[in-house]
């Protein structure tokens, strides 16, 4: 039996060796939708921005503050999934980059870099001072060291820059067809995905708003992004062979109840999605709203989303969050007449989702009738800008309204009232480590203790120290 | 003056006479042999005794006094010095000169109570090993650890061997986390006991290094029967027939007040009993049905949906002993033997049909045997053994997916087998007391499929050459070509319906092939009177090639039709593996005067599965014994039989599979989903990614160096007998899947990394109290004591996960006994005191908290001891086999669930005040009192909100006394039937004396692989048998 022989028995013929960039970046699209942003986080975020009421189980847990908010285990998916989104796009990165196998794919440079620093931003909002700088090393690296908030920052706008240019750039390498699964793939997708970079680096200016405001930029990079929500960074499920992650848990968890301080919101407002939000358990019953903080840890009990649905698409960035971040920027700046014409197009365009589907014109009377009328000044304007972005974002965009509502109170902006009387003492200002760095990473454990710091410690853009 | 003396000597295990007895006049050559019946007939004088001896047998001595008439029963010598057995690659060595550790269990104790599962009936029968079952489902996985782990992750079971030929004995697939789905049978389960003559334990390395790179984890060699040894010329006809009903072993306590509910509110629709007291229930403001002309009744809307009258009057019910019904394990079998002047045959069929105490569970298996051997000339023998098994077995999920989640926990105030299971006119819309994250398990019994079905065939043919070479040397040389072939197809389906969805059906298999080609060339040379010496030479080459496919179908259009075609997401995939093993071998032995024996051995392995340049390793082992009876000196002392020190030393490896890195499709299932709410290819897109699990390329076998040393001594003619064994074992380099922090981005890499140790000291004791010709009583005792401990881990890595939730889990942690259980504790003072929460605005306050996640159980047993006995008086012989094992804990899921749910009798309590066990932080004890009429809730809150988040808390003992079988059985003498012999049992098996944990069974848990036995969550409870069993010979 010589080598040879040997090595021809334990050829892996189940396998391939290598792939090339575009057939690694599709899923990294799919996992950035459905696992990162789509799911754990926003569920979570959901009960504590009270989008949700957790009802059962873990997200019982969560509502009531015990175990869920401080444990490792709680988010360890999402941890998980982030670090193997980034690997994989480390992968891309080095495939398309000078001396790869695929040098001079600028689309497929600039798509994995755009969703580097996608990934790496949510993953730092969560958790705030993570491994990076010697993360993604496998086998050499076995503890990664944790690297500082503003660092990573640093990193996420090069990304952007860096996305932007290569996209600019001329390639011989054909587009990605329907590997693209956010904008198809076509020469026209590149346009977008340049937006979708100005989008984000809208989104993350603004988020240093307590550590360094810069407005004029936030509306610079907004307006160099999406013009209308066909432009919008969405992912879409066909209801078979992908389906949406809310509209899932529910299938298999039903773990939430309809949120009574939402619920207050919408009616202070005389809203008109207080109808579309929200159903009764079963059809035809009553519509019972769960109280946030305590509620009745039953299952059939309190109504439950009515836009959840197993198609209903994941937002990486929505065009209505363009507009709302265009709307804060100006009323920050006390340029309330395109603050409002920014809110207005917000709210067009969040009642125009498709599982919400209000015209243009119903949405418009809404505005006049019982938006309009509350911008007295500048803080109320913003005020209400930031309650409309809050209310646009339920339910798939839950994890960013969490972050925006971390911005606020760190800003002292307590625009969007929270009924859990638990905050006082346990409001999650964070989400904890994964655990499986908590298990086999010496310094994540270190930092993660027993975890009770998520409610004593802000992120850094927050104005925290890690 | 003499006088006639006769009798007829029978065998205890049979009753049958005893032909070639000898009966000699004690002092003198003088005596007689007995007949074809066991007849023997002699002068003697009266103040003569007589010594009854037969080869195997334990040797009697009788005065004959007035008597003329003198019957004995022979009772088989229980650790006969000069038997010989099968060790090592079909070698036969006097068990006397061996320098290892090895035990021997006979055909008629596996058999004793009819138990199909050899592992079953091998529980406390043999000492240092440890046999974990993991369910009383039918065709349960099970496993046999002997002396302890050496692998975190992979193999730690023996090789088996039957007839010469090795064959697969562990699983196809892993049960992986072993949370969700069902179990997944071991291929052990396709041996009949019936078809096995006997069992020999290779405990130690030094025992098995000739089996080389699989010879780590011990050996379990099987000789099946055949003609061998029966009376010449004449066929013999075996039947057998065994029958049991199997029962629930235990049924937890509930609470028998409280209702379904929330909160003191009835509740009709949650899973959680803290409702009203049931016979409150008519009081209830929307269910009750006082004041509105149901006086005395309750509604139950779930009896509306069954179109029926929802008003009921408050009842109790006990939803556990409803549901489970009386199972029944039937074998049947018959042997046709013969052994001719040339040869012998034997061939046999056996039919085993089970049905399990929970629906729909049950186990058929045919198997069939056929082995013959036959003389050709002075020189050749040729023969052959084949084996044919067909093995079906019906389960049920457990854990996340399970089945009988609504059997455990179902408030005692709904009636879960009397109230409708589906909606009218709509089998697919399920009725249940709660929401579907489990099935109803009366409607999953209709609509639900785990099934398991293998065809399997194993045997080998061999030729043998022996000619004398010189007058004292002897030439021996055999070639076996054996294969081991088999097919597994696997079902599991929820049907449509399913967990209130459209159900999903998985269908996967596995196509498993092994050839062995083994020539062995031994060399026998009688030097001198005092020494002797053998050598043998071989190679061996073990070619395994394995084929899975895997189809995955969700969402069914319609009920009724479980077919993948009727699913409308369907997902496809196959693989394919080989892998070969070469090895050449020897082993050289010296004997002087049958006192001293010297053996070493070398093997050297060349593996498929490693990287290139990193296949080839030796592996030596050296054993000596020293018969120290056999010492003029010694052999004067009368009441030493036999005493032997033994000594050996051996370097064992385990090879690990080697790929290169590669990319791979995702996969969305886990976390929150019951399925995979993605699959690829989605939308006619497909993707692939860097697979999760990383290669080291400098990956070296692992290696385990072992030592061991022991005495057998035997007293007073072999009526006590003692052995005695300490084994050490080092392993070093263990590979295994090196967990990674998920901030590298993988998941894993196969490495060498970490270090365990284990120290085993094994004793098995023999006494035969009582020996007189009507009645004899023996003993036999098994204790082991083995010490598993992780001494190091790779660099970086504290601990490697085997199984379970993220917390809980079932680990492998440094300085840790192997395995453990991991997961959330109390939060504790410096003292290791539990605190409470100080918060009066708090719901919890004065209750424990969670504190840091930490090692919060230890699976391994403190010891085991294993103790049979039998009484034959005459025709009847009374045996019973116990096992205590002490020491020892698990994550029961159940229990604590009971809690969380308020089904529990603990939680019956809920209108006392009570102060937790506790402390506050200034260091004095809690007195925080909860509860109460002001503090209704506070029960609830405690086991509903509080434990349930705190893992430590689901941590219990799992120590036990178990009377494994008695068994009462009678011996027709012969002549009440000539020619027949028919024996006729009754027995009972697995019957709990004593356990430390609460409310179930502790040998219930999850998982077929090295997490079995310590984590446990609605698994399938054990049962208890009854039964008898007729034996038919002619």
């Not at chain 1, 993570?130 to 050499?140: I, M, N």
């Not at chain 1, 879409?236 to 968890?253: A, E, H, I, V």
């Not at chain 2, 195997?56 to 088989?76: K, L, R, W």
């Not at chain 2, 059997?407 to 006119?425: I, M, R």
Request: aromatic content about 12%.
């Amino acid at each position: 039996c010589s080598e040879d022989l040997m090595d021809d028995i334990n050829k892996n013929v189940n396998d391939p060796a290598n792939v090339a960039s575009n057939l690694i970046i599709t899923d990294v699209m799919t996992n950035s939708a459905f696992s990162v942003t789509g799911s754990d986080l926003a569920f979570y975020s959901s009960v504590y921005i009270e989008h949700n009421v957790g009802s059962f189980n873990q997200m019982y847990n969560a509502e009531i503050r015990s175990n869920e908010p401080t444990s490792s285990t709680t988010y360890n998916n999402s941890w998980n999934s982030i670090y193997q989104n980034l690997l994989n796009l480390q992968d891309i990165i080095v495939k398309c980059s000078e001396g790869g196998s695929e040098e001079g794919n600028f689309y497929n440079l600039g798509i994995a870099q755009i969703l580097s620093a996608y990934n790496l931003a949510i993953l730092t909002d969560a958790m705030g001072d993570v491994p990076w700088s010697e993360a993604l090393q496998p086998g050499v690296i076995f503890t990664p060291v944790i690297d500082k908030q503003e660092a990573i920052y640093t990193d996420i706008f090069s990304f952007l820059d860096d996305a932007i240019a290569n996209l600019n750039k001329e390639s011989t390498f054909p587009y990605l067809g329907n590997q693209d699964f956010i904008y198809g793939g076509d020469e026209a997708s590149i346009d977008n995905w340049i937006k979708f970079a100005y989008g984000l680096k809208a989104r993350y200016t603004m988020r240093m708003s307590m550590k360094s405001p810069n407005y004029d930029d936030v509306i610079t990079f907004a307006n160099n992004s999406f013009a209308d929500a066909s432009e919008q960074a969405q992912f879409d499920y066909n209801g078979t062979s992908s389906k949406s992650p809310f509209q899932q848990f529910f299938l298999d968890r039903d773990y939430f109840g309809a949120s009574t301080s939402l619920h207050n919101k919408l009616t202070a407002r005389n809203d008109p999605r207080d109808a579309i939000f929200f159903k009764p358990y079963d059809e035809g019953g009553t519509l019972e709203f769960a109280p946030n903080g305590a509620p009745s840890q039953e299952q059939g009990k309190y109504g439950i989303s009515a836009i959840s649905s197993i198609t209903a698409p994941t937002y990486l960035m929505s065009y209505h969050e363009i507009e709302f971040l265009k709307a804060e920027a100006y009323a920050r700046k006390n340029d309330l007449v395109n603050a409002k014409i920014a809110l207005e197009a917000g709210i067009v365009a969040a009642f125009a989702k498709t599982n919400i589907d209000i015209s243009e014109a119903d949405a418009m009377d809404y505005y006049t009738d019982e938006v309009e009328p509350v911008l007295l000044d500048q803080a109320t304007t913003l005020k209400e800008i930031m309650v409309q972005k809050y209310l646009a974002f339920f339910e798939e965009e839950a994890f960013e309204a969490y972050n925006d509502i971390r911005r606020l109170r760190a800003m002292g902006n307590n625009f969007i009232q929270l009924d859990n009387p638990l905050n006082s003492t346990k409001f999650p200002l964070r989400f904890t480590y994964g655990s499986e760095d908590v298990t086999t990473n010496v310094n994540v454990r270190d930092a993660y203790g027993d975890g009770s710091y998520v409610y004593t410690e802000n992120v850094w853009w927050a104005g925290g120290s890690r | 003056q003499t006088k006639q003396i006769t009798g007829t000597v029978t065998s205890a295990d049979d009753g049958m006479g005893m032909p070639g007895v000898s009966v000699v006049i004690k002092g003198t050559t003088v005596g007689a042999s007995t007949d074809i019946d066991g007849k023997y007939m002699l002068e003697a004088k009266a103040s003569d005794v007589l010594l009854f001896s037969f080869v195997g047998m334990v040797s009697q001595e009788i005065p004959i006094g007035n008597q003329t008439v003198i019957n004995v029963v022979m009772v088989t010598e229980s650790i006969g010095v000069d038997e010989v057995i099968v060790t090592a690659l079909g070698i036969k060595r006097s068990k006397k000169a061996l320098g290892y550790s090895v035990q021997e269990v006979k055909s008629d104790e596996l058999t004793k109570t009819g138990t199909p599962d050899l592992a079953k009936a091998l529980q406390g029968k043999v000492s240092g090993i440890d046999i974990k079952l993991s369910s009383g489902m039918p065709g349960a996985s099970s496993q046999i650890v002997i002396r302890g782990s050496r692998s975190f992750t992979g193999n730690n079971t023996p090789l088996y061997v039957v007839d010469g030929m090795p064959i697969a004995s562990t699983a196809a697939f892993s049960t992986g986390n072993s949370v969700t789905g069902a179990d997944i049978s071991n291929r052990a389960l396709d041996l009949n006991p019936n078809d096995i003559e006997s069992i020999n334990v290779l405990k130690g390395q030094a025992a098995a290094a000739l089996y080389g790179l699989r010879a780590s984890n011990g050996v379990v060699i099987i000789t099946t029967k055949s003609g061998k040894g029966g009376k010449k010329g004449k066929p013999i006809i075996s039947l057998n027939q065994t029958t049991s009903f199997d029962i629930v072993s235990r049924t937890p306590d509930y609470q028998k007040v409280w209702s379904q509910g929330n909160a003191g509110v009835y509740g009709p629709t949650t899973s959680l009993s803290w409702g009203a007291k049931i016979n409150e229930l008519p009081n209830d403001p929307t269910y009750g049905g006082n004041g509105n002309g149901h006086e005395g009744m309750y509604k139950v809307p779930q009896l509306e949906e069954g179109g029926l009258d929802p008003w009921v009057t408050p009842k109790v019910f006990n939803n556990w002993d409803d549901y489970y019904e009386t199972g029944y394990t039937s074998t049947t079998g018959i042997n046709v033997s013969q052994a001719t002047e040339k040869g012998n045959f034997s061939i046999g069929i056996g039919y085993t049909e089970q049905e399990g105490i929970a629906l729909s569970t049950g186990m058929e298996r045919w198997n069939a045997k056929a082995a013959a051997e036959s003389k050709l000339n002075e020189n050749f023998t040729v023969g052959f053994s084949a084996n044919y098994a067909k093995t079906e077995v019906d389960k049920l999920s457990g854990a996340n997916d399970a089945s009988l989640a609504g059997v455990l926990s179902a408030p005692s105030s709904y009636n879960l087998k009397g109230y409708p299971y589906h909606v009218v006119g709509d089998p697919y819309s399920q009725i249940y007391y709660r929401s579907l994250t489990f099935d109803n398990p009366y409607w999953l019994a209709h609509n639900n499929t785990f099934n398991e079905k293998t065809d399997r065939f194993f045997g080998n043919a061999f030729v043998t050459f022996e000619t004398a070479l010189a007058a004292d040397l002897d030439f021996r040389i055999k070639y076996q070509l054996g294969i081991d072939s088999y097919t597994t197809h696997y079902q599991d389906i929820f049907g449509f319906g399913s967990k209130g969805k459209s159900g999903s059906i998985n269908n996967y298999g596995v196509t498993d092939q092994t050839y062995n080609s083994l020539i062995t060339a031994s060399f026998d040379w009688k030097i001198n009177d005092d020494l002797q010496f053998t050598a043998i030479l071989g190679n061996e080459l073990n070619h395994n090639e394995t084929k899975t496919y895997d189809q995955f179908g969700q969402e069914f259009n319609f009920g009724g039709w479980n077919h993948i075609d009727n699913a409308n997401t369907v997902t496809a995939s196959e693989a394919q593996y080989k892998d070969r093993t070469f090895g050449l071998f020897s082993s050289l032995s010296l004997s002087w005067k049958n006192m001293i024996f010297l053996n070493m051995t070398g093997r050297n392995d060349v593996a498929s599965s490693m990287p290139r340049d990193n296949r080839s390793f030796f592996y030596p082992s050296v054993s000596l014994g020293f018969v120290a009876s056999e010492l003029e000196f010694v052999k004067s002392i009368n009441w030493i039989t036999f005493a032997k020190i033994r000594g050996s030393y051996a370097e064992v490896g385990q090879a690990g599979t080697f790929l290169e890195n590669y990319y791979t499709k995702p996969n969305y299932g886990g976390g929150f989903w019951t399925d995979e709410p993605i699959t690829y290819p989605l939308d006619g897109v497909n993707t692939y990614i860097p697979n999760n699990d990383l290669y080291d390329p400098n990956l070296k076998p692992q290696n385990t160096k072992s030592y061991e040393v022991g005495i057998n001594l035997k007293f007073v003619n072999n009526r006590f007998g003692v052995d005695y064994t300490y084994s050490r074992q080092n392993v070093k380099d263990q590979i295994f899947n090196i967990p990674l922090a998920g901030s590298t981005g993988a998941g894993s890499l196969t490495a060498n990394g970490g270090e365990v140790h284990t120290n085993g000291h094994e004793v098995v004791l023999y006494i035969t109290p009582i020996v007189t010709s009507d009645f004899t009583w023996n003993v036999n005792i098994n204790y082991s004591k083995i010490d598993n401990v992780v001494d190091k881990l790779a660099t970086g890595v504290e601990s490697i996960f085997l199984g379970g939730f993220t917390t809980p889990q079932v680990r492998a942690g440094i300085g840790d006994t192997y395995p453990v259980i991991y997961g959330s504790q109390y939060k504790k003072n410096e003292l290791g005191q539990i605190l409470v929460n100080e918060d009066p605005n708090a719901s919890d306050y004065g209750m424990p908290m969670s504190g840091e996640p930490g090692v919060i159980g230890s699976i391994s047993p403190d010891f085991i001891v294993g103790a049979s006995t039998n009484f034959i008086y005459k025709n009847w012989s009374l045996g019973a086999t116990f096992e205590w094992k002490e020491g020892g804990q698990m994550y029961s899921g159940s229990n604590g669930l009971l809690d969380l749910y308020g089904m529990s009798k603990r939680t019956e309590d809920r209108e006392s005040t009570f102060i937790f066990e506790g402390y506050k932080a200034d260091g004095s004890k809690n007195d925080i009192a909860r509860g109460g009429p002001g503090d209704p809730n506070a029960t609830q809150v405690l086991f509903s909100d509080v434990l349930t988040n705190i893992d430590e808390y689901y941590i219990h003992g799992n120590s036990f006394i178990k009377l494994r079988e008695l068994s009462l059985k009678y011996n027709f003498p012969k002549t009440i039937i000539p020619k027949v012999d028919l024996t006729l049992s009754g027995f009972v098996r697995n019957i709990l004396l004593w356990t430390e944990l609460d409310n179930f069974d502790p040998e219930s848990s999850q998982g077929n692989n090295n997490m079995a036995g310590g984590f446990e969550r609605f698994s399938l409870p054990q049962t208890t048998s009854f039964g008898f069993s007729v034996d038919v010979k002619f």
